[in-house]
């Protein structure tokens, strides 16, 4: 990884030091409480779908290292992002030996923690316009192990620009230092309609496209691809599920 972390990096005796060590929530989450926060898991093997992540989970896998950021971007609004999103970093906790970290960038339509059953008080809003906020006030256990939320936080109206901000790089910085084996996830807004998506991809190592299957047309796919570096284009996902 390039990117460097030098001039970010928290004191020795910073909170958020000790909080973004990989680990595993003290209660986990049941299969039944799994689906119905519609996430994946590990004893589902002959569910096509958890064969889908877990195909999904090796392809970014075998072009990322441990600390990429990946962003996943719906085409359009419900195509699927943020299912896929949490689906795809939920598989690749599935391994003892990595963590993941989804963060809920859709400022303005936030799902995560809502779908997680999470109520969390603070979130990446939060600590964007408060310069005092810690990484550990933000980053909240799932009750999956090794996968934490960084979820939208208090919602309002927000400049694109603030995804720009130094603060949130710092922010995933920190994460990448102190936890290396993690790999992160960020759940963007619709490419359509919103340059989000797209400065978003500013951060992110690799980008994931998600198209409804059979509701995003071939041309509105081709635009959405369009918005992204190529270097940093992965690939498209249809899903089928919306
Ligand atoms: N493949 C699928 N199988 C089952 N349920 C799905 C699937 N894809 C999406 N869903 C469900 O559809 C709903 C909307 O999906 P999602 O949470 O990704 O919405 P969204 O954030 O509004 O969409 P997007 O992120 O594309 O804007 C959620 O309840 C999600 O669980
Ligand atoms: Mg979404």
Not at 169 to 179: I, P
Not at 223 to 232: E, I, L, M, N, V
Request: aromatic share 4%; net charge neutral.
């Amino acid at each position: 990884m390039s990117r460097s972390v030098a001039d970010h990096r928290p004191s020795s005796n910073n909170v958020a030091s000790r909080f973004i060590a990989p680990r595993v929530a003290n209660t986990e989450l049941t299969p039944v409480q799994l689906e119905e926060r519609a996430t994946i898991y590990r004893g589902e093997q002959s569910r096509a779908e958890v064969d889908a992540f877990r195909d999904l989970r090796t392809r970014v896998l075998s072009v990322t290292q441990p600390g990429a950021i990946t962003l996943v971007a719906p085409v359009s609004r419900g195509s699927g992002g943020s299912y896929v999103a949490r689906n795809l970093a939920t598989a690749v906790s599935f391994d003892e030996s990595r963590s993941a970290l989804l963060v809920d960038c859709d400022l303005r339509h936030p799902s995560q923690h809502a779908t997680l059953k999470l109520s969390p008080s603070m979130g990446l809003i939060d600590y964007l316009e408060d310069r005092n906020a810690e990484a550990d006030q933000v980053i909240h256990d799932t009750g999956i192990a090794r996968l934490q939320l960084l979820p939208a936080g208090n919602s309002r109206e927000m400049a694109s620009e603030f995804l720009s901000s130094p603060r949130l790089r710092l922010l995933l910085d920190t994460v990448r230092t102190r936890s290396p084996n993690c790999h992160i996830f960020l759940d963007a807004p619709p490419v359509r309609g919103a340059p989000d998506a797209r400065i978003l991809s500013e951060l992110a190592d690799i980008v994931v496209l998600v198209a409804g299957y059979g509701r995003d047309t071939p041309s509105a796919i081709a635009q959405a691809a369009a918005d992204f570096s190529p270097g940093k284009f992965a690939g498209v996902v249809f899903n089928e599920g919306v």
